[in-house]
Protein backbone atom coordinates (compact mmCIF):
# COMPACT_ATOMS: atom_id res chain seq x y z
CA UNK A 1 0.00 0.00 0.00
CA UNK A 2 2.98 1.97 0.10
CA UNK A 3 4.68 2.95 -3.47
CA UNK A 4 8.67 4.71 -3.48
CA UNK A 5 10.11 6.66 -6.39
CA UNK A 6 13.63 7.87 -6.50
CA UNK A 7 15.12 9.83 -8.21
CA UNK A 8 18.59 12.72 -8.69
CA UNK A 9 20.73 10.07 -9.97
CA UNK A 10 23.28 10.47 -12.31
CA UNK A 11 26.69 10.80 -13.59
CA UNK A 12 29.18 12.89 -11.45
CA UNK A 13 32.94 14.06 -11.00
CA UNK A 14 34.75 12.62 -8.10
CA UNK A 15 34.35 15.40 -5.12
CA UNK A 16 30.91 16.07 -7.03
CA UNK A 17 27.11 16.47 -5.68
CA UNK A 18 24.18 14.74 -6.35
CA UNK A 19 20.81 15.07 -3.73
CA UNK A 20 18.62 12.20 -4.50
CA UNK A 21 14.60 11.66 -4.01
CA UNK A 22 12.06 9.80 -2.51
CA UNK A 23 8.77 10.37 -2.90
CA UNK A 24 6.45 7.84 -0.93
CA UNK A 25 2.45 7.56 -2.04
CA UNK A 26 -0.58 5.56 -0.52
CA UNK A 27 -0.66 4.69 3.32
CA UNK A 28 2.16 6.25 4.92
CA UNK A 29 1.06 7.37 8.23
CA UNK A 30 2.07 3.98 9.26
CA UNK A 31 5.51 4.31 8.20
CA UNK A 32 8.35 4.52 11.26
CA UNK A 33 11.38 4.48 8.80
CA UNK A 34 12.64 6.19 5.87
CA UNK A 35 15.86 4.60 4.39
CA UNK A 36 18.89 4.90 1.59
CA UNK A 37 20.50 1.38 1.17
CA UNK A 38 22.80 0.80 -2.17
CA UNK A 39 24.15 -2.00 -4.04
CA UNK A 40 27.59 -1.13 -5.85
CA UNK A 41 28.82 -3.80 -8.87
CA UNK A 42 29.72 -7.29 -7.10
CA UNK A 43 28.58 -5.91 -3.47
CA UNK A 44 25.61 -6.96 -1.33
CA UNK A 45 23.06 -4.61 -0.49
CA UNK A 46 24.28 -2.10 1.85
CA UNK A 47 22.86 0.47 4.24
CA UNK A 48 23.43 4.01 3.91
CA UNK A 49 21.30 6.20 5.77
CA UNK A 50 17.66 6.31 7.31
CA UNK A 51 15.81 8.80 9.55
CA UNK A 52 12.40 8.39 11.54
CA UNK A 53 9.49 9.46 9.57
CA UNK A 54 7.81 11.86 12.27
CA UNK A 55 10.56 12.11 14.82
CA UNK A 56 14.15 13.51 14.72
CA UNK A 57 16.51 10.68 14.71
CA UNK A 58 18.96 9.51 11.99
CA UNK A 59 21.74 6.89 11.58
CA UNK A 60 24.58 7.12 8.99
CA UNK A 61 26.56 4.55 8.06
CA UNK A 62 30.28 4.95 9.21
CA UNK A 63 31.26 4.86 5.29
CA UNK A 64 29.10 7.83 4.23
CA UNK A 65 29.37 9.64 7.37
CA UNK A 66 30.61 13.55 7.22
CA UNK A 67 29.79 13.06 3.49
CA UNK A 68 25.83 12.45 3.44
CA UNK A 69 22.94 13.86 5.08
CA UNK A 70 19.55 12.14 5.04
CA UNK A 71 16.51 14.76 5.66
CA UNK A 72 12.63 14.72 5.00
CA UNK A 73 9.71 16.69 3.88
CA UNK A 74 6.69 15.09 5.38
CA UNK A 75 4.31 17.63 3.94
CA UNK A 76 5.26 16.53 0.44
CA UNK A 77 6.10 12.57 1.88
CA UNK A 78 9.75 12.87 0.28
CA UNK A 79 12.58 12.06 1.67
CA UNK A 80 16.08 13.44 0.63
CA UNK A 81 19.83 12.12 0.51
CA UNK A 82 22.42 14.85 -0.09
CA UNK A 83 25.83 13.23 -1.15
CA UNK A 84 28.90 15.04 -1.04
CA UNK A 85 32.56 14.55 -1.63
CA UNK A 86 31.71 11.93 -4.02
CA UNK A 87 34.02 8.82 -4.37
CA UNK A 88 34.49 6.29 -6.91
CA UNK A 89 33.30 3.61 -4.64
CA UNK A 90 30.32 5.55 -4.22
CA UNK A 91 29.20 3.97 -7.48
CA UNK A 92 25.67 2.06 -6.80
CA UNK A 93 21.97 1.74 -7.23
CA UNK A 94 20.79 3.74 -4.53
CA UNK A 95 17.26 2.20 -3.16
CA UNK A 96 14.89 4.23 -1.02
CA UNK A 97 12.95 1.78 1.84
CA UNK A 98 9.97 2.08 3.94
CA UNK A 99 9.74 0.68 7.24
CA UNK A 100 6.79 -0.31 9.42
CA UNK A 101 9.65 -1.94 12.15
CA UNK A 102 11.74 0.28 14.50
CA UNK A 103 15.03 -1.32 12.99
CA UNK A 104 17.20 1.22 11.01
CA UNK A 105 20.08 -0.35 10.00
CA UNK A 106 18.37 -3.89 8.75
CA UNK A 107 17.53 -4.55 5.15
CA UNK A 108 15.12 -7.10 6.61
CA UNK A 109 12.96 -4.86 8.33
CA UNK A 110 11.95 -2.60 5.56
CA UNK A 111 8.18 -3.46 4.06
CA UNK A 112 8.68 -1.46 0.80
CA UNK A 113 11.50 -0.49 -1.60
CA UNK A 114 11.17 2.10 -4.93
CA UNK A 115 13.10 0.58 -7.65
CA UNK A 116 16.57 2.33 -7.64
CA UNK A 117 17.98 5.00 -9.44
CA UNK A 118 22.00 4.86 -10.40
CA UNK A 119 24.66 6.63 -9.01
CA UNK A 120 27.71 6.81 -10.81
CA UNK A 121 30.87 8.58 -9.72
CA UNK A 122 34.11 8.75 -11.87
CA UNK A 123 37.82 9.25 -11.61
Known amino acids: QVQLVESGGGLVQAGGSLRLSCAAS????????MGWFRRAPGKEREFVAATSWRGARTYTSDSVKGRFTISRDNAKNTVYLQMDSLKPEDTAVYYCAANYDSAYIRPEAYDYWGQGTQVTVSS
Open 26 to 33: GRTFNIYI
